[in-house]
């Protein structure tokens, strides 16, 4: 019975992909994050606009099916919290809102830019709606 079972697990992990890269490099994992970190300045600064649950969350499932199928495990996951990768996160969104021209301390300025995003239904847009 144990020899049934290493050999299942071994086989397991010869099927799993080979990782080339860091789950924290990933551009196709990073960019949704960093996207719902744009969505939560957004939603948090302007009380007009909030999160859609449904679509955030359908995204976020997304993301982990991908997760899964790149064949990250639990310690690349656990990598998504570091506080070093959450300040390049942070970095992103930063120059994101500077590339377009928003200061983040303008309420006004990030209202409208939601807003914006919303009537265009761009990616950002989709995961927002006025209240």
Do not use: H, W
């Amino acid at each position: 019975m144990i020899r049934q079972m290493t050999y299942a697990g071994l086989m397991a992990l010869m099927a799993s992909p080979v990782m080339a890269q860091s789950i924290t490099e990933d551009a196709e994992i990073t960019s949704v994050l960093v996207d719902n970190m744009i969505v939560t300045e957004l939603t948090t600064i302007c009380p007009s606009l909030s999160a859609r649950t449904a679509r955030v969350n359908k995204q976020a499932k997304a993301m982990m099916e991908t997760i899964t199928a790149k064949g990250y495990g639990a310690e690349e996951i656990q990598t998504l919290q570091d506080p070093a990768f959450l300040a390049t996160l942070a970095a992103k969104s930063e120059s994101f809102f500077a590339a377009n021209g928003i200061e983040k301390r303008d309420t006004e300025a990030m209202c409208a830019f939601g807003k914006a995003q919303i009537a265009k239904r761009t990616p950002l847009g989709k995961l927002m709606k006025n209240r």
